[in-house]
């Protein structure tokens, strides 16, 4: 059975910091491609970061800069540093596991991140 399984999540004031963690398990994690996509209320769900299996990164411009996407294949966990963060960042962060070469693709349940004075 595979299950993602996001935590970090919560309320943190503009100009902070969280960290997400999406723990993996039932894959294996080195032969997937490791996404965090966002999803803010009324609005589509859109990708934040990527992680290639062979750990190549690549970011939405809105969040350059500020967040980091990390993977430790070891522990099957992929990570989300967010600095400095805005109230347009709000939304629930959803992890994606998406296998190299096959149409298997998994989601996690989402985490709440809010970002509020």
């Known amino acids: 059975q595979v299950q993602l399984v996001e935590s970090g999540g919560g309320l943190v004031q503009p100009g902070g910091s969280l960290r997400l963690s999406c723990a993996a398990s039932?894959?294996?994690?080195?032969?997937?491609?490791m996404g965090w996509y966002r999803q803010a209320p009324g609005k589509q769900r859109d990708l934040v970061a990527v992680i290639s299996s062979g750990g190549r990164t690549n970011y939405e411009d809105s969040v350059k800069g500020r967040f980091t996407i990390s993977r430790d294949n070891t522990k099957k966990i992929v990570y989300l540093q967010m600095q400095r963060l805005k109230p347009e960042d709000t939304a629930v962060y959803y992890c994606n596991a998406d296998h190299v070469l096959s149409t298997r693709n998994y989601w996690g349940q989402g985490t709440q991140v809010t970002v509020s004075s």
């Open positions: 039932g894959i294996t994690f080195n032969i997937y491609h």
